[in-house]
C-alpha cells in the first residue's frame, strides 16, 4: 500500500525551510533550511531521492505559498523533479493555511513552524490542494502585472500634473474633467503655464492636433485672464518633464496592450470577450485571478474568492443587513469594479440589471457593487459551459429563481415545533413571532398548492447564476 508524506515549504527571499511529515502530522524529516541556489536545490534532489529510497513504497506530496513571485523557482525546481521522483507538488492561498494553523491554537510564528503549517493544511485539507497543475499564465501575469504598474505611474504623475497646473495653467483644468486628453498634453508640453500661453499665437495652437481654431481661441483669452498663482521657470520645466513622462508611459503603454493581445492566445480569455464590457486586459487580469474554473465547486465559492459576496450577521434574534464582505486581495476587486462601471453604460442588459436596483432605492455605489456579483456569476456561467456570453440564458434563471422564491416553504428549521408565543424569548424575538402569527392569519395557505407570500427583502438583489 503506498504511504504519502508531506512536505512543507515556507519560502523567504533567497532561502527556504523544508519538513516531512507523515499522515499522522508526526514528524519524519526534521526541519531543514536550504538556500534558493544551484547547490541548495541539488541537494534538495538528494534528501528527497534517499528519503524516497528509505520509503519505496511512498509518495511525496509537497506544497509552497504564494509568496509574490520568491516561490517560482523552487516550483519550477519540484516540478521538474516529478519525472524522476515519486513526488507531488502545488501551489496553495497562504490565507486557508494562516486559518488552519490558528485553529490549532499555533502562536508562536517561526520560518520551522510555517512550514510545517503548509504540511499540516495538506493534510487537513486535500480536497482543496490541486497537484501538478500547470501555470498556463506566468507568461502572461508578468506582462498585465508590467502593464498595471505602468498605469498606476501614469496615474500618480497625472496627479502630480494636475496639482501643478493649479497654480500654473488653472484654465485649462475645465478641460480635463473626465481625463487629460492627448490634445491637453502636447499643449502643456508647448505652453506649460497661463503666461506663454497668453503670448502665444493662435496659427501655432491651432497646429496642435484636435486643436479647433475656437478652441484656440478659447484657450488664449483664458489664459490672459489667468488667475495662476506661479509662472517661473521652474515650474514650467517640471510641468514639461511630466507631461514627457506620461506621454512616454502613454506609448509604453499601448505597445505593451498590443503585444498582450497578441501574445495571448487563451480560450478562456476570448471567450470573456464576448461579454461586452471585457476587453483583453480585463479577460487576462480576471483569469490571472481565476486561474481555473474547476477550482470553485460554485458562482458562490469564486464571489467569495472575490470577496464581492453578500454577507450578513445572525446571532439569536439579531440580524445585521447585506453588505459586500470585501474578504480577500482588493486588487481583483478593482478589476471587477471597473468591469462593472464600464458595463453599466456599454452592456444593456447590466445597464437594466443596475437601472432596476436603482429603482428599488438602492444606493449607487450598492446597485454597483450587485451588479459586480451579478457579473462575476455570469462569468462562471461562461466558463464552466464553454459558452459565450447570452443575456437570454440570465433572464431565463432570473424568472426560475423568482418562481422559486414565490414558493417559498415554511420556515425547515421549525419542523418539529411550532413558534410558541409564551415562550421564554426576548422582545425582540416575541415581536417578530407575533408578527409572523398575524400574516399567517391574515394570509393563510393555499390548501392545493401549500404556497405562501414571500417577504424577504434582499432576495432581489442577488439571483441565480447563469
Known amino acids: 500500500m503506498q504511504q504519502n508524506f508531506y512536505l512543507g515549504i515556507d519560502v523567504s527571499k533567497g532561502y527556504a525551510d523544508f519538513i516531512i ?53 523552487w516550483l519550477k525546481f519540484l516540478s521538474a523533479c516529478q519525472s524522476k521522483l515519486q513526488l507531488s507538488v502545488a501551489r496553495i492561498n497562504p490565507f486557508g493555511v494562516s486559518y488552519n494553523s490558528k485553529a490549532t491554537l499555533n502562536r ?23 497537484y501538478n497543475n500547470q501555470d498556463y499564465y506566468a507568461s502572461v501575469r508578468r506582462q498585465w502585472t508590467f502593464i498595471k504598474m505602468l498605469t498606476k505611474q501614469k496615474v500618480q504623475l497625472l496627479n502630480q500634473l494636475e496639482s501643478l497646473l493649479y497654480i500654473a495653467n488653472p484654465e485649462v483644468l475645465q478641460y480635463c474633467s473626465n481625463k487629460m486628453n492627448l490634445w491637453t498634453l502636447k499643449l502643456l508640453r508647448k505652453y506649460p503655464t497661463a503666461k506663454e500661453l497668453a503670448k502665444a ?39 514639461i518633464a511630466l507631461v514627457e513622462q506620461i506621454l512616454q508611459l502613454r506609448k509604453l503603454i499601448v505597445l505593451q496592450t498590443k503585444q498582450l493581445q497578441a501574445s495571448c492566445n487563451i480560450a478562456e480569455v476570448e471567450l470573456l470577450k464576448s461579454f461586452k464590457g471585457i476587453g483583453t486586459y480585463s479577460a487576462v487580469g480576471l483569469m490571472i485571478e481565476i486561474l481555473s474554473v474547476e477550482r470553485f465547486s460554485s458562482s458562490k465559492k469564486l ?15 439579531g440580524l445585521s443587513g447585506f453588505k ?45 457593487g450587485a451588479v459586480m456579483y451579478k457579473i462575476l456569476r455570469i462569468v462562471y456561467g461562461m466558463l464552466k459551459h464553454n459558452r459565450q456570453y447570452d443575456p437570454e440564458v440570465d433572464r431565463a434563471n432570473r424568472a426560475k429563481h423568482k418562481d422559486n422564491i414565490n414558493r417559498a416553504k415554511e420556515d425547515y428549521t421549525r419542523r418539529y415545533q411550532p413558534m410558541d408565543i409564551t415562550a421564554p424569548v426576548s422582545r425582540r424575538q416575541l415581536k417578530k413571532r407575533k408578527q409572523k402569527e398575524q400574516s399567517q392569519i391574515l394570509k ?16 432581489h438583489c442577488f439571483p441565480e447564476e447563469t
Open 303 to 317: 464571489a467569495s474568492f472575490f470577496g464581492v459576496h453578500p454577507v450578513f450577521k445572525q446571532s439569536g434574534d
Open 108 to 130: 508562536i510564528i517561526t520560518d520551522k513552524q510555517s512550514a510545517r503549517n503548509v504540511a499540516e493544511y495538506l493534510i487537513s485539507h486535500p480536497e482543496k490542494v490541486q
Open 444 to 459: 393563510p395557505l393555499d390548501a392545493e398548492s401549500n404556497e405562501k407570500i414571500f417577504t424577504g427583502s434582499d432576495s
Open 201 to 239: 499665437r493662435l496659427s501655432s495652437v491651432c497646429k496642435i492636433p484636435y486643436i479647433t481654431e475656437s478652441l484656440a481661441n478659447d484657450l488664449i483669452n483664458n489664459a490672459r485672464k489667468s488667475v495662476a498663482s506661479s509662472d517661473d521657470k521652474t515650474t514650467a520645466e517640471v510641468i
Open 21 to 73: 511529515l507523515d499522515e499522522n502530522k508526526k514528524v519524519v524529516e526534521d526541519n531543514f533550511q536550504l538556500d534558493d541556489t544551484f547547490d541548495g536545490h541539488n541537494k534538495l534532489y538528494k534528501i528527497l531521492s534517499g528519503f524516497l529510497a528509505k520509503y519505496p513504497a511512498s509518495n511525496i506530496l509537497a506544497a509552497v505559498e504564494s509568496t509574490g513571485g520568491y516561490e517560482n523557482n
Open 324 to 368: 459586500m464582505s470585501k474578504r480577500g486581495r482588493k486588487q481583483p476587486r478593482e478589476l471587477l469594479f471597473n468591469i462593472a462601471r464600464f458595463a453599466t453604460v456599454h452592456n444593456p442588459y447590466i445597464k437594466e440589471i443596475y437601472a432596476m436596483h436603482l429603482q428599488k432605492g438602492m444606493p449607487k455605489m450598492a446597485a454597483l
